[in-house]
Nanobody, 125 residues
Framework: QVQPVESGGGLVLAGASLRLSCAASGRTFSAYVVAWFRQAPGKEREFVAAVSRGGSTTDYTDSVKGRFTISRDNAKNTVYLQMNSLKPEDTAVYYC??????????????????WGQGTQVTVSS
């Protein structure tokens, strides 16, 4: 199995950028579909973005399209989430998750069996 570990969160002003990283220990990350989810205080966890095993297919929730980019470097066993033009409503704990789903990507959190501990992203206005 694989264990995702997130890093790169922090406190930024609205309009700034951050890059989150998700590194995998254990089994090679290239065998997994990987996604980012987030959970804001008092809200349910929601899908943000996903990337297929080879990196050629990506999927985003509407609220981050054009601002966030998910990518992966399988040689480094790492998935990235580049977040630009951050807004206060992007404030949340961001989680990396891995899935053995049999298609390119999925936004269904119940398809993801392996989760990191999360990294806090706070966007101040």
């Amino acid at each position: 199995q694989v264990q995702p570990v997130e890093s790169g969160g922090g406190l930024v002003l609205a309009g700034a950028s951050l890059r989150l990283s998700c590194a995998a220990s254990g089994r090679t990350f290239s065998a997994y579909v990987v996604a980012w989810f987030r959970q804001a205080p008092g809200k349910e966890r929601e899908f943000v973005a996903a990337v297929s095993r080879g990196g050629s297919t990506t999927d985003y929730t509407d609220s981050v399209k054009g601002r966030f980019t998910i990518s992966r470097d399988n040689a480094k066993n790492t998935v990235y989430l580049q977040m630009n033009s951050l807004k206060p409503e992007d404030t949340a704990v961001y989680y990396c998750a891995a899935s053995l789903y049999d298609r390119d990507t999925t936004y269904d959190q119940y398809e993801y069996a392996y989760w990191g501990q999360g990294t806090q992203v706070t966007v101040s206005s």
